[in-house]
C-alpha cells in the first residue's frame, strides 16, 4: 500500500528558491508530517543563488495560453487574500509600454489577449493611447522621452517584496519543524537509485551526507541543468539590474506609483522603504556555458552554469549593460541620471524551448520529478505554483498542466525560446568578471 501523506517522506533540493519553497509550504498545507519534509540549498531560505531573493518581481496577469492564465489568476488571488504572501503584494498597477513597429504590435496583441481571456480582465485593464493619457497613469515620465508611446495600464499589476516573502515561507517551515540541510551539506551530489537503477531513494549531497526519501523533487532553478541531464530543454540565462539610492524627499513622489516596462528599454519599480529603486534592462539574456557532465549524462556537455554572485560578489555585469541601464534610468528617470550605481548584478533564471515549465517526473527515475524552466515569468506564481508540484507527486496534476509541462526532449532551441534572439555568452562580455578584486 502507498504510504500515506503523514508518512511520506519528501526532499526538496532548492528548497531556498522559488518553486521549492512553495512547494516546501504545500507539502505542509496538504498535510504531510513537517518533520518529513526535508529542504536542501546551499543557503539558507531565501537562498543567495535563488532569482527570487530579490528586492522585488514583477506582478501582472498575462498570458500566452490557458494554463498561464489559470496560473496567474490563481496567485492574483493568493497574493490578494492568503494571510502569508498578501502583506508582500503592492498593488500599485503596472504600465507597460511600447514605441517601436514591432513593440506596438505586441502591445495591441497582448490588449486583445486580455479583453478576450474571457475573465473579466477587461474591467481592470485600460488601453492609453496618448502621452497625456500615459502621464494620467504616470505623471513623474518626462513627456518628451515618451515621445510616441503607447501603453496598457493593468489595475491588477504590481510589484512584489520577493525575498521578503520566501522568507516568509522559510519561517513558516521553520515554525512547523521542516529538516534543512545548508552548506556542502545541502549541495545536490546525485540521486540514490535502488539496486535496479530504476527508482529514487533519496538524494546525496557534496559533504556525503544521504537523505532518503519516498520522493525526490529538484527544484534548483537555473542550477538544474548543470546538476541533471535535461537533454538541453533547459538553457540557463542571466539578465542583469541595478539601483540607485534616493533621499526621502526624492523617493516621496514615488510611493504607489505603477511598475514601468518597456520591452525595448526596460523596468523600474518605486522606491522601497529605504529609498532603492532597481532598475532593469530588457535583452535576450546571458548565457555562461562550461563542459560539465550533468548527472545521468553519457558523457560530457557544453551547459551554460551559474556564476552565482553569492560566490563571486564582486562580479557585476557586462560594460553593455551598464550602457543599457544608464540609457533607462535617462528614459525613466532623467532627473537621477547622475546617481551612482550599486548592487549591479546578474540573475539567473532558465529558460524552456517553449517558455513553459518543466514540471514532470524524469522519465529515467521514478520519484525523482523535475520543476524548474521557469523561463523568467514564474515568481509571480510564488503562492500557487507549489500546489501543483504536490499534485504531480501524488499523481493528481490536471491533464492540461502535464501536457504542457511535460518531459519534451528535441521541441525547439532554449537557447532562444521565445525571446527576441538568441542569449549572447559572458566570455565575449567584457566587464563584468572581478576575480581579481575578490582575491583581495
Known amino acids: 500500500m502507498a504510504p500515506s501523506r503523514k508518512d511520506t ?5 532548492g528548497g531556498g528558491g522559488t518553486m521549492g519553497s512553495s512547494t516546501a509550504l504545500h507539502l505542509l498545507r496538504s498535510g504531510y508530517t ?19 531573493n530579490d528586492l522585488n518581481k514583477i506582478m501582472g496577469i ?13 496567485a492574483r488571488e ?43 480582465l477587461e474591467e481592470s485593464t485600460e488601453w492609453l493611447e496618448t502621452e497625456d493619457e500615459i502621464l494620467q497613469r ?3 515620465l518626462e513627456r518628451k522621452k515618451i515621445k510616441g508611446w503607447k501603453a496598457i495600464f493593468s489595475k491588477d499589476g504590481g510589484w512584489l517584496a520577493a525575498a521578503k516573502a520566501i522568507n516568509a515561507i522559510g519561517e513558516e517551515c521553520r515554525r512547523q519543524g521542516v529538516k534543512f540541510g545548508f552548506g556542502s551539506a545541502g549541495t545536490f551530489k546525485n540521486p540514490i537509485l535502488d539496486p535496479h537503477g530504476s527508482t529514487c531513494i533519496g538524494v546525496e549531497t557534496a559533504d556525503g551526507t544521504k537523505y532518503y526519501a519516498d520522493k525526490v523533487v529538484l527544484a534548483a532553478g537555473a542550477w538544474s541543468p548543470a546538476l541533471v541531464d535535461l537533454e ?18 526624492e523617493a516621496a513622489p514615488y510611493l504607489d506609483t505603477p511598475v514601468v516596462y518597456n520591452g525595448d528599454i526596460g523596468f523600474f ?7 532603492k529603486i532597481k532598475i532593469c534592462d530588457e535583452f535576450p539574456g546571458f548565457t555562461h556555458f562550461e563542459q560539465c557532465r550533468p548527472y545521468g549524462a553519457p558523457s560530457t556537455k557544453r551547459v551554460s552554469v551559474p556564476r552565482s554572485h553569492a560566490a563571486h560578489p564582486t562580479d557585476t555585469y557586462p560594460n553593455t549593460s551598464e550602457v543599457a541601464i544608464r540609457r533607462a534610468i535617462d528614459t525613466f528617470l532623467p532627473q537621477f541620471v547622475q546617481k551612482p550605481l550599486f548592487n549591479r548584478a546578474l540573475c539567473w533564471c532558465t529558460d524552456s524551448a517553449d517558455a513553459a515549465l518543466l514540471v514532470c517526473e524524469h522519465p529515467r527515475w521514478k520519484n525523482f520529478v523535475l520543476a524548474t524552466g521557469d523561463s523568467g515569468h514564474t515568481f509571480k506564481l510564488l503562492p500557487n505554483i507549489g500546489k501543483h508540484v504536490v499534485e504531480l507527486l501524488e499523481g493528481t496534476l490536471a491533464d492540461d498542466l502535464k501536457q504542457a509541462w511535460r518531459w519534451r526532449p528535441g521541441q525547439g532551441d532554449a537557447l532562444k525560446s521565445r525571446r527576441a534572439a538568441p542569449a549572447k555568452d559572458l566570455a565575449d562580455m567584457p566587464g563584468w568578471k572581478h576575480d581579481e578584486k575578490a582575491k583581495l
Open 78 to 120: 493568493m497574493w490578494r487574500n492568503d494571510e502569508l504572501f498578501k502583506p508582500f503584494f503592492h498593488n500599485t498597477g503596472r504600465l507597460d509600454c511600447a514605441h517601436t513597429e514591432d513593440g506596438l504590435m505586441d502591445l495591441r496583441q497582448t490588449y486583445k489577449s486580455l479583453l478576450d481571456a474571457g475573465v473579466g
Open 9 to 13: 517522506k519528501v526532499v526538496v533540493v
Open 138 to 140: 504616470m505623471p513623474l
Open 62 to 74: 498575462r498570458l500566452r495560453n490557458k494554463v498561464d492564465l489559470q496560473l496567474s489568476l490563481e
Open 269 to 275: 519599480f518605486e522606491p522601497n522603504e529605504d529609498g
Open 232 to 249: 538541453d530543454q533547459c538553457c540557463s540565462k542571466a539578465w542583469v539590474y541595478a539601483m540607485i539610492q534616493l533621499t526621502p524627499e
Open 34 to 52: 513537517p518533520s518529513n519534509v526535508t529542504v536542501l540549498d546551499v543557503y539558507p531560505i531565501p537562498s543567495a543563488q535563488s532569482a527570487g
